[in-house]
């Protein structure tokens, strides 16, 4: 084979490599997706399905209680001397034993309430965790998307300076300005070069987190959403109230002070009788064991009712009763100031996104009066009425003005989310 069919068919498999590469690359991913990437893939909600799992399996086992039981035991024995005078030296027992709790003070009925309020305050956790990961997920959503943005817009700065910077070395190499004008948009220059290779820098570093939080194993990939027109309705809030009831965060604190009371209830139990039957079926095999008529082996039963009958213990019973009441009191009243700071909260919500609107529509109107006066400046510049000078101050005052509209954009689409999960619309 000859060293140009060896490059021939090396150039064929570096293009067909590319190609593959170019296809695997880039993943397109709007906000949904990423919202359903995180909600499969976040190791919390993992966790918090588990612990919702682990409180079904409690309720199964708390309902299981109030139910007969049934148990069997076998046991060999071996007796040494003198107890071979009395009986067998060898022998095998067996029993069955049925027993139920009849009585327990309301123990029983409590636990099964205390287990099904378990696995609501699991459920609003699992809620909730939901939600927190959502308006993560968005919110590093926009910020990336407002990242690509401004190092759009630091290319387009680059650019900009580029061009100016041009115009005037061929101004100072025919002689019609000074080399300082030039030196200063050189170090503009400069300094655009730097802050391109930061925001670069950011927007890898970012990916890198919006990935590991979505459960992406590669950093090809784009974002569809952009900061296009934002249609968003002004939001009022007159009475939060109405929402707050609607956060997980209220069911949970609900379900535990339903807990702490349920708790006050099952030490109260322990303080009233209990009533418990069993029946013992028995069978023992052993040389002459039984002893009624001297037989190998024998059956029999025992029946035994027990009363329990708690009396004095110096009042420890009483204290942690109390103990436990206080406990519910302190729950009850975290529950009612909790509802007061998300009614602020929510409000805050509201203020913070009809701030935002306005901060978008007042950042449009300046980027648009920095273009303009831009367009302007270079006319002018062009016709040799001003200086290279105050065409470079027009480009900051631009970029400046378009990377506030990126922010205040990115804003918006963030206090939007945490918004929604204010008033529990996710």
Partial sequence: MTIYKIIIRLFCVSVFLLSL???????????????QMALSNNREIKQANEELKAAFEALS????????????????LYLGEPMQTMLPETS???????????YAGGKIRNGKKLAESSVQLQTSQQELTEQEILLETETQYWNLVSIYEKVNLAKKSLQLLDTLHTDLTNKYNAGFINKNDVLRVKVRLNDAEIQLQKAKDGLIVSKYSFAQLI?????????????NELEIIPKNIEDPSVF???????NMLEEAVEIQNLQTDLLKADRKPSLSV??????SAGKQIDFSDGSDSFTSAIGLVNLSIP????????????????HAKAQKLKLENTKEELGIEIKNASLRLNRSMREVKLSEESLEQAQENLRLLKNQFDSGIITGKDVLEGQVLWQEAYTQMIQTKAALKINEAKYKKAIAAY
């Avoid at 707050?244 to 209220?250: D, F, G, W």
């Avoid at 009396?311 to 206080?326: L, S």
């Fill in 61 to 76: 086992s708390a309902q299981a209680k109030n139910k007969p039981s049934l148990e069997a035991s076998v046991v060999g």
């Fill in 21 to 35: 590469n170019s296809t695997a690359q880039h993943i397109k991913i709007e906000l949904d997706d990423a919202k």
């Fill in 215 to 227: 459960g992406l194993n590669t950093m090809d990939f784009v974002l569809e959403d952009e900061f």
């Fill in 278 to 283: 069993a029946i013992n079926g028995i069978y």
């Fill in 92 to 102: 095998f027992n067996g029993s069955l034993a049925l027993s139920e709790v009849l």
């Fill in 311 to 326: 009396i004095f213990d110096w009042g420890g019973r009483k204290h942690k009763v109390t103990e436990q009441q206080a």
């Fill in 244 to 250: 707050v009831n609607q956060r997980p965060e209220i």
